[in-house]
């Protein structure tokens, strides 16, 4: 593991290609303070990378345990030292994780499914199949800004 430091985002791209999987160890802290799915979860998913972090607050949604990645409990540190073995020692594994990871990022991002409903929509008034097409379309971008 190499502690980089501050890194532009040509800099932070560059190291993601060569990474195996992204370790975050979030915990609960003292005061119930609590993280929601972290931001660089999300990118790493996007980016095929395997996740490595703890079933913390929203992290359990984006890293699923032998799925996408692997968790660890809070504090587990002799897990997390454990698991971060296992991804340097089953390329072929954290590979496919990551792969996974990029996948479901896809099909669950939210532009994603918001293009393909507009999509949906907009094929439908061509076809001269939906009389309420603007309510159906201000429905989607209202729904999508939630």
């Known amino acids: 593991m190499l502690l980089l430091g501050v890194l532009t985002p040509e800099q932070v791209r560059e190291e993601r290609s060569r990474s195996a999987a992204l370790v975050q160890h979030a915990a ?9 799915a972290p931001v660089a979860l999300l990118e790493a998913a996007a980016a095929g990378l395997s996740v490595l972090a703890t079933r913390h607050a929203g992290i359990p949604d984006v890293g699923l345990d032998g799925e996408t990645g692997l968790l660890v409990g809070e504090r587990d540190i002799d897990g997390m030292a454990v698991q971060m073995c296992r991804i340097l020692e089953k390329a072929d594994e954290t590979r496919a994780m990551g792969e996974a990871g990029r996948q ?27 009389e309420n097409a603007g309510s159906a379309i201000s429905g989607l971008v209202v729904g999508d800004w939630r």
Do not use: K, Q, W
């Not at 099909?107 to 199949?129: C, F, P, W, Y």
């Open 28 to 36: 609960t802290g003292p005061d119930g303070e609590m993280e929601g």
């Open 104 to 130: 479901r990022t896809r099909e669950h991002s939210r532009m994603t499914r918001s293009m393909g409903d507009l999509n949906d929509v907009i094929a439908r008034v061509i076809a001269g199949e939906n």
